[in-house]
């Protein structure tokens, strides 16, 4: 049973259209991700998703009724829900004050009040903090509070819009192992807008990509790192290697793709003649001074033209016929030495590589 | 040498409490200060509505409140004296040249800029706030009230402003009280009444009473900001 279903949204900004047609359904308990480059209309979704905008087109059913346009029956609705906006935006009050008010506009009783924050306050590791102004607060400690204040509601709905943007790295952490914390420990089903891919993989049961106000899939993180629909998608999950190319063969689901001449082996059912994008990950990769004896059915001789640094990672550009790109540890690549011009066999797993259909154009 | 002696009979006055000088001060005070309280009560919840109300003809609403920033006093007081004399609409009330007139006058006098500040007020919290405030539950009346907490300091300085228009204007007071002795004589009337007799260091005494009263009401107002 569905708790939140999203059914046609269309939305426009002046002229410019931010959704097109969304239609999302979403379980009690889940936690969804909808990841997207900036721009792609997720705060939009949130924000309609809440209650606090009305779409221009389409209807958002909760816990099975369908929400009015107007009128009190979305202040009531909001108050199961609470929405933790990107920028934490703290009232210019105490922390205690703060963490309070969504209680004290529900009518709570002030003892009650008091026993529940000081809780919350103590679970997001602020008890020390009550009567601080919140707006003396850092960044993270601010989300925290802003954390606090929803989670103190008991809501239902838990939105998150880039919960962890422009926050360091600790402070990420912190507010990572509260959601899950949260969704493990409530059961709160939880939409939350990321960029950060890895965020949605580890937080998140399913995911959705947003494109340009548009859904293109939802899945769990296996089908969308692994096999994306199209090649935006492919783009947006860190794809690297994303190559045109034309199935030659195709044998019991195995089929041969020609790239400029080089023939992959990869595992695909289309048939032949099929214009294709070959896509595979760049970790799936793999760099050896020597032609090993492995189970890989795709193994190229190549040059590496180019290495980056990225910290603990090294990403390689080789040259086999096509260009290639494989992510290494920094320490295989001092080890095989890897400069400009050595002489690599890259090699690939014909179940390491994604085939996309291309689209006549 | 008038300024000099002004000075010294400043003092001597404030330190003597000359029972004269102190009831003129206190009526001023508390003249400006019911209108200051009525007004504040009247422009707070309109600045509020129009500032969360769309409506057609809001900007234009809003220039023209800031257009009567500029209204001259005696204009304000030429328009309650027309109304509330014998004669006038509001004639029946018999409260001309007394005390509530003068806090009429000055309601209308202040009112526009109270108004026109607690609106840029309001426009100073950002709309991030308000939506944070809706997506935690809270009803248009509570987004209302905590927007003007928000906003509390800049609230608080626009009623200081209005306040201390109210105390220091002469026109209306002088037109709508008539300056009566031991009834509507305030600081401002006084000053002009005794500048006119020749009497100039009391009335630079007067001026720098008035300005002693204005310099206490802004460090309590101060020290509420504070907290």
């Keep these: ?361 | 040498m008038e300024i000099w002696d002004g000075l010294t009979k400043a003092i001597q006055l404030l330190i003597s409490l000359d029972p004269e000088v102190m009831q003129i001060a206190g009526r001023s005070l508390s003249i400006a200060g019911t209108s200051c309280l009525l007004a504040s009560l009247i422009c707070i919840p309109l600045g509020s509505l129009i500032h969360f109300h769309q409506f057609r003809g809001k900007r234009a609403l809003i220039s023209t409140i800031q257009t009567l920033f500029a209204m001259p006093t005696v204009l304000v007081g030429l328009f309650v004296l027309v109304l509330l004399s014998r004669a006038g609409p509001l004639g029946f009330f018999g409260i001309l040249f007394k005390p509530p007139a003068m806090v009429i006058g000055q309601i209308l006098l202040i009112s526009p800029l109270l108004l026109g500040f607690i609106i840029s007020a309001l426009s100073g919290v950002s709309k991030e706030i308000v939506d944070t405030a809706t997506s935690l539950g809270a009803s248009g009346f509570q987004t209302v009230w905590l927007v003007l907490r928000e906003a509390r300091y800049a609230v608080l300085a626009a009623v200081t402003m209005g306040f201390a228009r109210a105390i220091s204007e002469v026109g209306c007071a002088l037109m709508v009280g008539g300056n009566i002795k031991g009834a509507t004589r305030v600081i401002t009337t006084a000053i002009a009444l005794e500048a006119s007799k020749g009497d100039i260091a009391l009335a630079i005494a007067l001026g720098i009473i008035l300005l002693f009263l204005a310099l206490i009401i802004n460090i309590v107002l101060n020290r509420l900001q504070q907290r």
């Design chain 1, 1 to 361: 049973m569905s708790l939140i279903e999203v059914a046609g949204i269309i939305h426009r900004y002046n002229e410019r259209a931010v959704l097109q047609n969304i239609n999302l359904s979403v379980g009690k308990g889940e936690v969804f991700a909808l990841i997207g480059p900036t721009g792609a209309g997720k705060t939009t979704l949130l924000r309609i998703i809440d209650l606090l905008e009305v779409p221009g087109a389409g209807e958002i059913y909760f816990d099975g009724k369908c929400i009015p346009r107007s009128g009190k029956q979305r202040l009531e609705i909001r108050r199961r829900m609470s929405f933790i906006h990107q920028k934490p935006q703290v009232f210019n009050l105490s922390v205690y004050d703060n963490v309070a008010c969504g209680l004290r506009w529900r009518g709570e009783q002030k003892n009650r009040i008091a026993k529940e924050v000081d809780h919350i306050l103590e679970m997001v590791g602020l008890e020390g903090y009550k009567n601080r102004n919140a707006r003396t607060l850092s960044g993270g400690e601010a989300q925290r509070v802003a954390l606090a204040r929803s989670l103190v509601l008991e809501p239902e709905v838990l939105l998150l819009d880039e919960p962890t943007a422009n926050l360091d790295p600790v402070s990420t952490e912190k507010i990572e192992q509260l959601i899950s914390y949260v969704a493990r420990q409530r059961n709160t089903t939880m939409i939350m807008a990321t960029h950060d891919m890895s965020q949605g993989q580890q937080l998140a049961d399913r995911i959705g990509v947003l494109l340009d106000g548009r859904l293109v899939q939802t899945g769990n993180a296996t089908d969308i790192f692994r096999s994306p629909q199209n090649e935006e998608v492919a783009n947006f999950v860190g794809m690297e290697n994303i190559i045109e190319g034309v199935i030659i063969a195709s044998n019991d689901g195995i089929a041969t793709v020609n790239i400029g001449g080089n023939a992959i082996q990869v595992v695909s059912s289309y048939p032949v003649g099929k214009e294709v994008y070959t896509c595979i990950r760049p970790e799936d990769v793999t760099l050896a001074l020597s032609s090993t004896q492995s189970s890989a059915r795709n193994s190229f001789q190549s040059k590496v033209t180019r290495v980056t640094s990225l910290g603990p990672l090294s990403k390689v550009e080789i040259n086999c016929g096509f260009r290639l790109i494989a992510l290494v540890t920094k320490i295989s690549a001092e080890d095989l030495n890897l400069q400009v011009g050595t002489d690599v066999y890259a090699t690939f797993k014909a179940t390491g590589v994604h085939i996309i259909e291309r689209e006549a154009s």
